[in-house]
């Protein structure tokens, strides 16, 4: 069973603190037992205020930490004020209490917290859309990442919002127990197990007007046409517009380009098959309509960082089907 420690500062929003525990809290092996132990602590062990009006008590001090397999940290009122020179000592003394092997996961703007200890630098991470340019004033040499939803760099984890820090959790469950424990943790809390797209689907722009045709006609018929070659003209032909027009009404409905879009569509068609069939990884590569396990390998290596058989054997669960249903 792995510990989850979750770091609740004077200030904390609510619902993100109890993240970790719904999500994380949630998950269960084959049995029914647990697979994580999530526990709370402040930096002193005594009641902490939150940005509701309510107090949270929390009976562990700062020495849980140093059991921790994960540290969870969730924002808190004030965060965003936070600069280079902020790190109370009683938080740079829970940061000199983690051991080596831990991993950092923040929520929305914790990553400031994170940052401010210095863990951040050269290295990537994300935050709220809302903040990116005063994040990146504060911490340049953080690689921030502003289009995601979140970041997993290994040992230091960074989600951009509060329902990303959702995903980030499912994709904790994910990495350390593979796909199908995630996607029955989803069913449970009624939430999609993987979502599509990053934070610019979710930045103010103005609303298509509802007398305009949208792409959603479109997407909903590439989606079904994944394995076939499909070129700009082709999207812009079924939805009876423009290539130009085409292009800029992707862009204001879920932040990219056509050929962004449709290539994550393909990346993730791929990651499904990869994870609940045996097909070879050039059925999976044309399945998915990248053509040959060559292309395959190289958008899944710029996108995720590993190849399709190191995917596999990753998130495949144990009694996934070799079949194919389309």
Known sequence: MRRIVVLALDGVYPFELSIPMRILGSATGLDGEPLYEVLTCSVDGRPVTTAADFTVAVTHGPELVETADTLVIPPFSGCTEIDRDWLPPAVADVFSRLPSR??????CTAAYVVAAAGLLDGRPATTHWNEVGHFQRMFPRVQLRPGVLFVDDGDVLTASGVAA??????????RDHGAEVATRVARLCIVPPWRDGGQAQFIERPVPDSATATTTGVRAWALERLHQPLSLSDLAHHGRMSVRTLTRRFRDEVGMTPGQWLTQRRIDHARRLLETTDLTVDRVAAEAGFGTGASLRQHLAATIGVSPTAYRRTFKPRYASSGLKR
């Open 102 to 107: 831990t991993r950092i996961v923040s929520i």
């Open 165 to 174: 820090g959702i995903d980030l959790c499912l994709h904790l469950i994910r």
